[in-house]
Structure formats: C-alpha cells, structure tokens
Nanobody, 127 residues
Framework: QVQLVESGGGLVQTGGSLRLSCAAS????????MGWFRQAPGKEREFVAA????????SYADSVKGRFTISRDNAKNTVYLQMSSLKPEDTAIYYC????????????????????WGQGTQVTVSS
C-alpha cells in the first residue's frame, strides 16, 4: 500500500514563500510520476504541477507557472513543491499524488490518472 505524507504548509503573507514536501513509501518511487494538486473551499481539486518518474517532463498550471517549482529526490522518495511570490488565491489544501501508470511517458494533469493521494496540507496566504 502506497502512503504519501505531505508537510510544509502554513500561513504566509502575500509575496512570501513555502516549500511543501511529500514523502512516499510502499512501492518503487522512482518508477512513477508525481503530482501536486490543490483544493480551495467550494472549488474542485485542480492541477498544480507534475513531474515525470525520471525527473523531467515537468508541467505546471498556468496560474503557478514562473512562481512554483516542482522537483523530486528519488533517493529520498520525496517530491517537493517550492512556492514563491504567493498570492491570496493560492490559499488551498495542497495534495500530492502518485501516478497510477508505471513510467508514464508524459505527465497528466487529470486527477483520474493518480490513484494514491496524501492527506493534504493547508496553505494560507494572507493579504
């Protein structure tokens, strides 16, 4: 059973930075793409960023491009999301997710392609 545990959320002022981490266990981490999603109150869960199993093939939502950076350390079974220039509209619960497909050639922004999810970490950006 795959387990994903996020950490690093918190309260930050507009323009600030946070780094989220997601530690994975339960299967060969380096064989699967990883994604970050977020869900604000009253809204659907949305794609933020994803990274291919090999560390390349990175994709970002337009709303975070240039401000967020996704990375992974396969030796530590951990994926990161560095968030900078944070805005109040970035306030949400952030979830990491593991791809359902082994060594997918292109990362997917669809929640349907991820079958393991963490419990989420709250990020609040004050204005």
């Amino acid at each position: 059973q795959v387990q994903l545990v996020e950490s690093g959320g918190g309260l930050v002022q507009t323009g600030g930075s946070l780094r989220l981490s997601c530690a994975a266990s339960g299967r060969t981490f380096s064989d699967y793409a990883m994604g970050w999603f977020r869900q604000a109150p009253g809204k659907e869960r949305e794609f933020v960023a994803a990274i291919k199993w090999s560390g390349g093939g990175i994709s970002y939502a337009d709303s975070v491009k240039g401000r967020f950076t996704i990375s992974r350390d396969n030796a530590k079974n951990t994926v990161y999301l560095q968030m900078s220039s944070l805005k109040p509209e970035d306030t949400a619960i952030y979830y990491c997710a593991a791809d359902r497909s082994w060594r997918r050639s292109t990362v997917s922004p669809s929640t349907l392609e991820y079958n393991y999810w963490g419990q989420g970490t709250q990020v609040t950006v004050s204005s």
